[in-house]
T-cell receptor, first 111, second 112 residues
């Protein structure tokens, strides 16, 4: 079974804080993705990575950065959290055929 | 106009009913089509994965793709309360590097 683990289910942070969201997959997948999910907007791609130390911008990268130092780990960084970044964040990893498997999500509240 | 349109629901049906969930899309180049199920406060899980046109069946679930109409459907037979969830359609172009484009999801409630 594919397992994608996100380090936190719920996070509460203050405006201006630096926030790290961690994601680990155990299936040796090359590709990893970060999405945010908001009511009425669906899933929107923030960043993705096709290899270690590689990253590509998705549809909404502003205010975010990522790090992929090891194949199994993909981190999403909010450099200075803002209230409009309150959302559900979902990490996914995919096979060569680009079938994506998701983690349980991190619900982030920025106050 | 969104690239993928999906009625948000909620759709409420009695247990045992046949459910039809649908998405329309505008990009005729999409070749791969997926349905994900998402329970409340959980991540999406893959239900069905199809390539190009035609039908695919897996147990009580049937995925149908009509590329000429740019329309995909997911049918659930003998629906159960455990099917109550949000169903997301997703699609992508050819090429393993292409990203997924998601619908916004349809919330389904199956009542006893």
């Amino acid at each position: 079974d594919v397992k994608v683990t996100q380090s936190s289910r719920y996070l509460v942070k203050r405006t201006g804080e630096k926030v790290f969201l961690e994601c680990v997959q155990d299936m040796d997948h090359e590709n990893m993705f970060w999405y945010r999910q908001d009511p009425g907007l669906g899933l929107r791609l923030i960043y993705f990575s096709y290899d270690v130390k590689m990253k590509e911008k998705g549809d909404i990268p502003e205010g975010y950065s990522v790090s992929r130092e090891k194949k199994e780990r993909f981190s999403l960084i909010l450099e200075s959290a803002s209230t409009n970044q309150t959302s559900m964040y979902l990490c996914a990893s995919s096979t060569v055929a680009n079938i994506q498997y998701f983690g349980a999500g991190t619900r982030l509240s920025v106050l | 106009q969104k690239e993928v349109e999906q009625d948000p629901g909620p759709l409420s049906v009695p247990e045992g009913a046949i459910v039809s969930l649908n998405c329309t899309y505008s990009n005729s180049a999409f070749q791969y089509f997926m349905w994900y199920r998402q329970y409340s406060r959980k991540g999406p899980e893959l239900l069905m994965y199809t390539y190009s046109s035609g039908n695919k069946e897996d147990g009580r679930f049937t995925a149908q793709v009509d590329k000429s109409s740019k329309y995909i459907s997911l049918f659930i037979r003998d629906s159960q309360p455990s099917d109550s969830a949000t169903y997301l359609c997703a699609m992508r172009l050819t090429g393993t590097a292409s990203k997924l484009t998601f619908g916004t999801g349809t919330r389904l409630q199956v009542t006893l």
